[in-house]
């Protein structure tokens, strides 16, 4: 089965590519890495969640954001690639939580992205994770997620990448 | 036109290459990739901006901030590689704004960076970027850059990378 | 004299590897690039040190914890690889303090970890670094380290990485 096929159904759900918030590009590759700007969780050019995790947000929102950031930064993998099917696979992810003080459950918010990535890519989807509690984020969203990835090493189909 | 043509009108702005805070390097080197470690909003040795942008500091001065973090970051690579011809281009801008609680305009600040790369390297300089608005930062300076580039694959001139 | 003699005096203060705090791996191996998930001041399982620096914990506390998070991070990579032999060097080290509002000397407190990499691996433990102070960390936890690092190119004895 491709890693497509894996995909498949959670494609309805692939939000369209949020816009650059200033002067640069969403993905860069150097050699077969990929380098992927910090990804939110947007949806047709929306914040859908905004506030801290414990204070604004419940636990489940904030996993439900996390998942959302997620999609996003699938979204511009595929963008980038033209298909996942040239994603070799994931291989860190920064997740970045905000946080109320008196909350301090990153990690299973941020299960709402590693399970989405592990669901949609299977082994390929497989990462590294690192997690933060700041206190804010940009524009107060909930979640930040910075990505860095391989391509497959015979990937020539560079469709958007700079 | 070369890069370092390109880079001619700003390199009177390079400030000196400050000093490590620690038992670090400035800059290492594996294949073609780069890790610069996090530069500061300092000249001739001194912090030239101090505090929260949104508190301390205007936007204006944040923007200005970020645009010496980039330039303290152009003054490693360029020690590190003797001349910037060596560079291939940014990879990753990881742009940490200190940030009062009631101020979330992190991107509009990071741009100052941005611009300065873009404006130095042309294309070279487009990279991916990531935002955060952390209450503080080392020593209470207001920006923090966390660089990733690609060195040219036949620069063999390494000068004082370990 | 080989990586492991400068290492061997160290060994028995390894911890023993902590396990992953949700859906994700120690490390994964890209090309000959190791990225290490976030390490903490973790000992058989336990928290070894909880709170700030500059309130909850002192300086020194807050430097001993640095140092047992490179403990860490050297048991992860030792675990992956089968011996330190494999790791050509480490490049960069991110270094997250919880911080207390009125405390700000991150650099001192993480040339614990520097320290202890140097003192452990001689010239192939310099690194770069990065210094962040945020106001928490998962788990309330004092430290944290994000290594990235370099395996040997003819390393092939991949035990434990995915």
């Known amino acids: 089965m491709s890693l497509d096929s894996h995909f498949a159904e959670l494609e309805p759900e692939l ?44 636990e489940a929102e904030g996993y439900a954001a996390a998942r959302l950031a997620a999609l996003n930064v699938l ?21 970045h939580v905000a946080s109320a003080p008196d909350w301090n459950n990153a990690p299973k918010v941020l299960d709402g992205a590693s399970d989405l990535f592990v669901a949609a890519l299977g082994g390929r989807g497989r990462h590294t994770r690192t997690a933060f509690t700041p206190a804010s984020l940009p524009f107060h969203l909930p979640v930040e997620l910075v990505v860095t990835a391989l391509v497959k090493p015979d990937w020539t ?4 990448i700079p």
């Open 15 to 58: 939000p369209p590519v949020p816009m650059s918030a200033g002067n640069y590009e969403p993905i860069v590759r150097a050699g077969n890495l990929l380098f992927v700007s910090g990804q939110f969780p947007i949806e047709n050019g929306a914040f859908r969640y905004i506030g801290r995790v414990g204070a604004e947000l419940s």
């Open 157 to 160: 189909a560079q469709i958007a």
């Open 75 to 95: 979204a511009q993998i595929r963008a980038a690639l033209g298909t996942l099917e040239g994603l070799e696979r994931l291989l860190r992810v920064e997740g």
